[in-house]
């Protein structure tokens, strides 16, 4: 649907996995781009760059926030997986929560119509046993990422209640394309060892999101007059094993995946033993979302095929 005089964004953590593909894709469809970083940076795109060095409930706004027509907020203190923080939700809080709050009260004082939030899939749960995640589903979150995720989804309703912003948030799953990093670069790393793995019993299934389908729906959650006020989950619409994500992983990079059966009630009591359980618990259940209220809501449909985002994820990771 064509945008109706909308004509320039702010996009923060411009610079990130996400936000930079982000930014490409709305610079070709001539939006006037502003990207909000932690630090100046260089870069072919033609956008105006501003420099935030720190998101929290003291960061002032106001000179990027200058014209701007709608804001996609992508700016988080991530899910970190070895957490070496005394009071880790306190840290989340103040970046996600209240550093989301205040750029929603200024940008909802200088007039701007929307926000697009990148939430998580985490608001929900970790884990789905008899049907996929949707909408309707009560939340669940189960770590300090998690909840401060959901704690700013509640800041924005408020601020939004308050003041008359839309908003629109977006929770998805794990992410993946070139530039991937985290769990899925891991994964990566080991599968090319050519090492046995021992998950060929597992019988889960996951949904994956490609960073270009993410794009494209953020776009159209910025713009389509259906969206305000809704919160959308997210996927690639191919869910898949771990087996199966394996077996297309190694296909993709060039490899053959070599996978052995072990019982998985002996790989997670290894992986208690060992101290990885939250790692290795994404391994073993399932986490499926139903993406149908997005693509009847927007009319939207992923891009790509699960297969296609690998190939791309490929053509640019180099291990």
Not at 239 to 265: N, Q, W, Y
Request: with cysteine.
């Amino acid at each position: 649907m064509a945008r109706a005089n909308i004509n320039s964004v702010l996009v923060t953590g411009a610079n990130g996995f996400v936000g930079n593909p982000l930014c490409e894709a709305l610079a070709k469809q001539n939006w006037n781009v502003r990207g909000a970083v932690r630090s100046q940076i260089k870069s072919e795109q033609d956008l105006e760059w501003i420099t935030i060095n720190d998101v929290n409930r003291e960061t002032d706004w106001s000179e990027a926030l200058k014209d701007i027509d709608v804001v996609i907020h992508l700016a988080a203190r991530v899910h970190i997986m070895e957490e070496k923080s005394a009071n880790p939700l306190a840290e989340f809080r103040e970046v996600n929560v209240e550093g989301t709050r205040q750029l929603a009260i200024q940008a909802a004082n200088a007039g701007i119509k929307r926000l697009v939030y990148v939430s998580s899939i985490k608001v929900n749960g970790e884990k789905t046993m008899d049907k996929p995640f949707d909408e309707s589903d009560p939340v669940d979150p189960q770590d300090a990422y998690g909840v401060s995720k959901y704690e700013a989804e509640l800041a924005l309703h408020e601020v939004a209640a308050n003041t008359g912003l839309e908003i629109v948030i977006v929770r998805p799953p794990l992410i993946y394309g070139p530039g991937v990093k985290g769990n899925f670069l891991q994964l990566i790393k080991v599968i090319n060892t050519g090492f046995p793995l021992p998950f060929a019993s597992i019988n889960n299934l996951r949904s994956l999101l490609y960073v270009g389908n993410l794009v494209d729906a953020m776009i159209l959650c910025a713009t389509h007059p259906n969206a305000a006020g809704k919160t959308y989950l997210i996927s690639d619409g191919d869910d898949v094993s771990t087996p199966g994500l394996i077996k297309a992983m190694a296909e993709a990079s060039g490899h053959k995946a070599r996978l052995i059966s072990c019982p998985t009630f002996l790989l997670k009591c290894l992986s208690n033993l060992v101290g990885k359980k939250e790692q290795m618990n994404r391994l073993f259940d399932s986490l499926q979302l139903d993406n149908r209220k997005l693509m009847h809501d927007l009319g939207w449909k992923p891009k790509f095929s699960f297969s296609e985002g690998l190939k791309k994820t490929f053509e640019v990771v180099n291990i």
